[in-house]
């Protein structure tokens, strides 16, 4: 059974020694697994390939996507030298499922790494974990002479989640743009080695709730007047993070001592103010975490990083509601969580806008391939596309299917401007939007829509057929973090619903 996975790895190091030693075909020409086919490198020549996640950052709060507020002046003046996606959508709405899809190109319900699973009457949660034999883009990227490193913000990307596979390095704490930044510098200086291109995954909390933004950010976007709750609990949170930076557990008590006694009970709405004083707080958190993005930037100029050898990814994982939805928070599937970011820029991208709709998927196929790996390399799991970043013309209509699961389970399904929401474990109708004309999704056009929402169901259907047999197929059942926690009964269940495979769940568990 461990088979598929190791086969795949030893195939493409043997490849790859081929490739070094110049006897394998140059990857592209007249591939045609892929839809789009503009030569990307030769192997020999591979970009470095450096993603910088900003993790909940929505994409309408940034001013290359409208933003009126002055959040993101460094991102804005990078995204005008790049290739900016204006349609790209996060495949869940939190940290875990989007990050898994990100590095295994599948979706959240193959790889089954969601934030939390409740469990039982009163829904204590489970915690999975990417499984072993899931083929990762650092993996591959590792495999084929990528120095690979992980300088990630902490919270759900940890070990023990499966996310380090395949990073040589890997460093998680929550301690914010800034200091991931340095630590990124650092790595680069110090232990990078020249002879190899590298593959940095930087990652920050920064935007992320708790909001902890430094005094003159706030000034910049909050109202001087306000001296309302969340004003305190900024101030606390703020003085409390500084003064233990680091320390484990300072996400849970920052959101439990200072903001959640601030913020409206569940199912209540804030006040006008202290809605706009909280947006300001999080406009804050961008404009820090775009001040560190600027640095990094020069940083790596000063270094000789920069286009001509160094593919730039600038992306999220999801982004951030403020009760568009009667919630606060990313646990919904709405255009506030799913609309991110999404900009390339490096050898052989072109520069200006893209229409078409792309998601998180797409990311491991295309960046391997625009990392020089033949079409033909790619690993069979992967379901996402390779985008042509050198052209600005959209690729074919595709659809996208975005998911969260947790208080709710949702699903979106977008064609085009289209998008259908639906509420699979509940009684809740559906709901359809016409995204072009209502972007905020205030007009719910379902009665309208009805044959619509009848025509796409053989599709969704099918869609959700395949996604059980891809699971099964490519080995993608989730590990348990905390199976020891579990009763017998509740390991069984796990077994039983391919969460765990008893093979291995030894392996893939820590105690907690
Ligand atoms: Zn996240």
Not at 388 to 415: C, K, M, V, Y
Not at 470 to 484: C, N, S, T
């Amino acid at each position: 059974m461990k088979f598929l996975r190791d086969r795949f790895l030893l195939a493409l190091a043997l490849g790859g020694i081929l490739s070094a030693c110049g006897e394998s075909p140059a990857p592209g020409g007249s591939d045609s697994s892929t839809q789009e086919s503009s030569a990307p490198l030769r192997a020999d020549e591979r970009p470095n390939i450096l993603i910088f996640l900003m993790d909940t950052q929505r994409a309408d709060y940034l001013g290359m996507y409208g933003h009126e507020a002055p959040t993101s002046p460094s991102l804005d003046a990078f995204a005008e030298e790049s290739l900016v996606f204006d349609r790209a959508f996060a495949p869940a709405s939190s940290t875990s499922p989007s990050h898994a899809s990100l590095f295994t190109s599948t979706y959240p319900r193959i790889h089954g790494v969601w934030n939390r699973v409740p469990r039982g009457e009163d829904e204590e949660p489970i915690f999975p974990a990417l499984s072993q034999r899931a083929i990762t883009l650092a993996e591959v990227l590792a495999e084929v002479g990528y120095q690979t490193a992980a300088i990630a913000d902490g919270g759900n990307l940890q070990e023990n989640r499966g996310f380090a596979q395949g990073f040589q390095t890997w460093d998680s704490k929550f301690l914010g743009a800034d200091n991931r930044v340095d630590r990124a510098l650092q790595w680069l200086d110090q232990e990078r080695k020249p002879d190899q291109p590298f593959f940095l995954f930087l990652h920050t909390y920064q935007v992320h709730t708790p909001y902890v933004p430094a005094p003159e950010h706030v000034e910049r976007f909050a109202d001087p007047n306000y001296q309302g709750p969340l004003r305190a609990a900024w101030q606390g949170a703020r003085d409390h993070w500084v003064a233990n930076l680091g320390m484990k557990g300072a996400i849970r008590k920052l959101q439990g001592d200072y903001y959640r006694p601030a913020l409206p009970e569940e199912g209540e709405f804030p006040e006008p103010e202290d809605l706009r004083f909280l947006q300001a707080l999080y406009q804050a958190e961008i404009r820090q975490m775009d001040t560190a993005f600027g640095r990094l930037i020069g940083e790596l100029k000063a270094r000789g990083i920069d286009r001509s050898n160094t593919l730039f990814l600038l992306t999220s994982d999801h982004g951030e509601e403020f009760w568009e939805h009667g919630k606060y928070g990313h646990h919904q599937i709405y255009e506030s969580t799913a609309h991110i970011p999404f900009l390339v820029q490096g050898p052989g991208t072109v520069t200006g806008r893209r229409a078409d709709p792309v998601d998180l998927l797409d990311v491991m196929p295309t960046l391997l391939y625009w990392g020089g790996l033949d079409a033909d390399s790619l690993p069979p799991s992967m379901l996402g596309r390779v985008l042509d970043f050198g052209t600005t013309d959209p690729a074919a209509a595709h659809t996208i299917i975005g998911e969260s699961n947790w208080p709710e389970h949702q699903l979106s399904w977008r064609e085009g401007e289209r998008k259908a929401m639906f509420f699979p474990d509940s009684e809740r109708a559906p709901e359809v939007y016409e995204l072009a004309q209502d972007p905020g999704e205030k007009q719910d056009l379902a009665s309208r829509q009805a044959a619509w929402l009848e025509a796409i169901q053989p599709a969704k259907q099918a869609w959700e057929d395949k996604a059980a047999d891809w699971q099964l197929e490519h080995q993608l059942a989730p590990g348990v973090r905390d199976w020891k926690r579990l009763s017998e009964e509740e390991r069984n269940l796990m077994i039983d619903l391919g969460y765990v495979d008893p093979e291995e769940f030894a392996d893939e568990s820590d105690g907690d």
